[in-house]
Structures are given as structure tokens and as C-alpha cells.
């Protein structure tokens, strides 16, 4: 059973609805959580969805827009006040330590756990985090202002245990955790239980934040098969030269780049404050990638 889990904070666009927060999401993923965006009234969403702010380790912000980030002074004061000691590391376009910075001295205020900044690359395609267990690529996308699209990728191979083994040898939990870590488990009757036997490597996971871009199909030739894919859809097919204009994308080109990716699954978001209902985008996705579902504010989506 996977562990890991997308939960939406905001999937309007600019202008907040009363019922779309601007973006942020949580990105729970091996263990580790991640903030990625953070819009206004993200501490309050978070609230919501009861997620420990203790155990958020990193904070992704794709670009300086306000409705990717006017709430970070809010999540980092209020980490601060809810006793912080823990470093959290902020990866963020040029700028945003500056203006984090100037915000403190006016504010005249400091915080009582380490900060790091990471200011995400010039260069298209880089990695930015890795530890045992996952990566974290930033790629380059087409806004008006410089902006970053991130994904999350797995290091390590996990086994799965056949089903029909656990019936078969009433294997106990630790049996079972036995057999997932590569290591062979002794029965009762002497008999011995091989884990290349009654397991098998589990496909790797993926998640794939793009928001806040043209369409962008060069990207695809970076990006392969994600489990998850959440891309902007701000607009409807028929609004694809405002969609350009204005550096977004449609709903029917979010589909389209999932196809291209061989994604497994696809979130649409960032929705126009103009749709009051977007079974249309829905509806447009799903005719070129039917596994297409539309974001909607503290669901989760497991991958
Ligand atoms: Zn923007």
C-alpha cells in the first residue's frame, strides 16, 4: 500500500474564490513532507488538513507571483511561534530571500530555528535535493517571470509481497517486513521462504508539479512517466491564445502533456477565478487523458 500523498492547499489562480485557496499543496513522500507553493492563507489550510508544521522539512516555491508565495511570511512566523527548532530549507527563486530578509529587519524580528535558502538554478534541468531515498529536479518552464517546475523521484527499489504468500504461510507483520527488505524468512516447519520468490520490485514513484507555464512541450523529453502529475490548467481549450498571452496553460494541453509524459495519473489546478463550476475543463481533459481529475481544496490523492 503506498504511503505517499498529495494534498491540495489551493488550486485557484491569482484571484482566490470562496472556496479555492490560492496554490500550495503538501507533498508527503518517503516519510518526508514538503510545502510546495504557498499562497495566501496556507497556515489555515494547513490547520485543516492537521498536518504536524514540525515535520514539514523543505518549502518549494516556483516563482515571485503573490499567489505562490505571500503566505510564507505567515507559515515562518507562525513555525516560530509554535516553538521551531528544526532547520527548514526554503528552495526559491532569486529574490525571495530578499525580500524575506527586508521583511525582518522592518518587521524587526528574528527566528529561533536555522533558515536556509536555496536559490533554484539558471540552468533548465537540475537537481536540487537528494538524500537516501528521493531526488528533487527543478525544471525550467515558460512564465513571465522566471518560474520552476519540480519533481520528486525515488531512489531507492521497494519490494511488494505477492498477496497470495501472506494467506498461504500466514506470514506475521514482521515476516512480511522481512521479505520486503530483501532478506529470506525462516518457517515454523524449517522450511525456508524466499523474498525473490514471494515479492517483486515495486514500479518506482514520481510526482511532477508544473504550474504557471505556456505549454511546454519540450519539457516532456525530461520527464518520464510520473505516477502523479499535477499540471495548471487555468484556462478552457477554447481560451488557448489568452491561455499563450498570458503565459498559462488550457485544460486540454494539461491532458495533452500528460499523455506525452505516460503519466499514470493527472491533477488539473490553478483554475481562473472566471469558472464557477470546471466540469468543463474536467471534461476536456478527460477526452485526451481520462485519468484526468480536477484539484479541489484539502483533498488528498494517494500515488
Ligand atoms: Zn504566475
Not at 19 to 32: D, E, L
Not at 200 to 217: C, E, G, H, Q
Not at 228 to 256: D, M
Request: glycine share 4%; proline share 4%; aromatic share 12%.
Amino acid at each position: 500500500m503506498s504511503t505517499h500523498a498529495l494534498t491540495i492547499l489551493g488550486s485557484s489562480s491569482a484571484l482566490p474564490t470562496s472556496h479555492r485557496f490560492p496554490s500550495a499543496q503538501i507533498v508527503q513522500f518517503f516519510g518526508r513532507f514538503f510545502l510546495i507553493d504557498c499562497g495566501e492563507g496556507t497556515q489555515m489550510q494547513l490547520r485543516k488538513i492537521k498536518v504536524s508544521f514540525a515535520k514539514i522539512q523543505a518549502i518549494f516555491i516556483s516563482h515571485l507571483h503573490g499567489d505562490h508565495f505571500l503566505g510564507v511570511f505567515g507559515v515562518l512566523s507562525s513555525f516560530n511561534l509554535l516553538g521551531r527548532t528544526s532547520p527548514l530549507t526554503l528552495y526559491c527563486p532569486p529574490g525571495l530571500q530578499e525580500i524575506i530578509m527586508c521583511h525582518m529587519q522592518f518587521g524587526d524580528y528574528s527566528l529561533n530555528y536555522k533558515l536556509q535558502f536555496i536559490t533554484l538554478p539558471k540552468d533548465d534541468h537540475v537537481q536540487i535535493f537528494s538524500d537516501k531515498k528521493i531526488s528533487v529536479i527543478a525544471h525550467k518552464v515558460s512564465h513571465r517571470v522566471p518560474c520552476w517546475a519540480f519533481e520528486f523521484t525515488q531512489n531507492v527499489t521497494t519490494r511488494n509481497l505477492k498477496k497470495e504468500y501472506i494467506s498461504q504461510y500466514n506470514l506475521s507483520i514482521s515476516q512480511i517486513a522481512t521479505l520486503k527488505s530483501g532478506k529470506d524468512v525462516l518457517l515454523e516447519n524449517s522450511e525456508v521462504l524466499s523474498h525473490t520468490e514471494c515479492t517483486y520490485l515495486a514500479p518506482k514513484s514520481s510526482y511532477v508539479y508544473i504550474t504557471d507555464t505556456r505549454f511546454l512541450p519540450s519539457l516532456t523529453n525530461h520527464i518520464k512517466a510520473p505516477t502523479l502529475l499535477y499540471h495548471e490548467a487555468t484556462f478552457e481549450a477554447k481560451c488557448k491564445q489568452r491561455a499563450h498571452e498570458t503565459y498559462h496553460s488550457t485544460s486540454e494541453q494539461a491532458a495533452c502533456f500528460a499523455k506525452a509524459v505516460n503519466a499514470k495519473k493527472l491533477i488539473i489546478g490553478h483554475f481562473s477565478a472566471r469558472y464557477k463550476q470546471i466540469d468543463k475543463l474536467l471534461n476536456e481533459a478527460r477526452e485526451i487523458f481520462p485519468e484526468t481529475y480536477a484539484a479541489e481544496d484539502l483533498q488528498s490523492f494517494s500515488f
